[in-house]
């Protein structure tokens, strides 16, 4: 049976999920499903990352986002109760840069209760190459059926057809609540009213039905309540996992093509990140230059003709140094990244003219003639015999990786220097996504279950405190942890919450030095967020995609998109 997942959450939904991406990929592979979506709340976090996942799994990623709307409406009330959302899919180029737009748009304008929110009236200009899906229950048609205002649902499904059009779709789904039969049956007669198409979802939460105290553990932790909590504020019971076809067939008839439509829209939905030599932005060369090319030649050679003023007396002939100069600038143009050059490099020459010290330089960049020349290193290659096909190979296409070392002030001071150059809507740091460690996971979880202080306290301080140690890693190294959690039952429920809750991502901040330079609106490029954390920073936006993703130019989705990610993030 042709069946879709187009609802569905991963641990980037924020301690809503405990679903790792890599987990539901494999999942796909393993009940033959080719196609899925991810659609965390109001974000699309690593979502480059996400598709090269799916691709080494062979399975199609369709990129998407479930997002809260800022709209309230008379069933939004009570401390834990959530606005309204919608279920977007990107089908093609234009819609992956609407859906930038819509997120980054609802991180700056629509930040509530701490998560960034949607105005729909941004739908009318930001729609196209978007599926919408109207979000059951959770939308506000689905809000409206479920309070009798049958009226009201036919109005707002209205309202968001006539700006989708055909692209936009009314949910179904069944988990066996006392809601559901009447509920479908009324989005059924909408439906068929308005001539609106219909899709059948599960708003997959977790991959097992055995996985669902896990995902409630997570949202007591997020909510801070314990899992005993008869107001915990999750979702009814244990079905929404990860139904096989053969399963969700078995709960729709497909009478009205909800089961055939996840199969449409999922051979429509065809956007990718492209793997292709990336585009920077372009670096204000002075007059009298044809292009950055030309402008890199002529500082590497002004740099050479200080540096190497008496090569003999350096054991070397000029002859080496301008086969060596010339073998660098040839790679570097032909891979396009003269203007990387050009702007590191003067991010470097800002700091010391600010008088703020920059380190020597290290890692591979230490092995390009040119970064020594135009004072991004203070290495010199030759000297050393340092290899520059370390730093950049053109056989290997990926960005340059130069990490600069500013003072800790410098630094800000460079930061403030590249928005003032680039603009402010152009540069933007980069997120950092924190996962829960595994101290922590042990803490977490032990408040939640109700466990005494003292049992998780021991707990947590048997698990060897290096970085990086793991939960398994610790049970495997410490003989009195795996007695004291085989010691009762009690405990063993508690490490095998632990485990599940472990490396899960928990909040949002920014990475201690990457920042994306874009060539245009960084907002029809990538998506941007702020959360709690990040307002308090001078910059308060960030990119949603990590830091390596964006060096691998993971995703460059048109060849008019240009930026560059500079490394500041080592204080010196």
Known sequence: MDFVHLHTHTHYSMQSSPVFPQELFAACSRLGMKSVAVTDYSAMFNMPELFSLARDAGVKLIIGSEVYLLEQDAYHNGRHAVSPTLVLLVENEAGYRNLCVLLSRAARDGFVNGMPHVDSELFERYHEGLVCLSGYYAGRVGRALLAGNYEEAKSFSSYYHDIFGDNFYLELQRHHTRFDDKLNEDTVRLAREQGIGLVATNNVHYLEKKDSGRYRAMVAIRTKERLSSSGLQCLPNSENYFKS????????????????????????????????????????????????????????????????????????TWQQVEDRIEKELGVITSMGFSSYFLIVSDLIAASRKMGYSVGPGRGSAAGSIIAYLTGITRIDPLKYKLLFERFLNPERLSMPDIDIDFTPVGKQKVLDYTVETYGTESVAKVVAIGTLGARAAIRDAGRVLEVPLQVVDRLAKLVPSRPGTTLRQGLDEVRELRELVESSPQNSTLMEYALALEGRARNVSMHAGAVVITDGPLEEQVPLYVSNKIETEARKFADEYNAEELERGAQKSSSDEKQVVTQFDKNW
């Open 245 to 316: 076809p053969e399963e969700m067939g078995e709960l729709f008839s497909d009478e009205h093509r909800e089961l055939t439509n996840t199969a449409l829209i999922a051979e429509r939905c065809n956007y990718s990140f492209h793997q292709h030599d990336p585009r920077l932005p372009h670096f204000p060369v002075p007059e009298g230059f044809a292009d950055e090319s030309d402008y890199l030649r002529h500082l590497t050679y002004e740099g050479a003709r200080k540096k190497y003023a008496d090569p003999e007396s350096q054991g070397l």
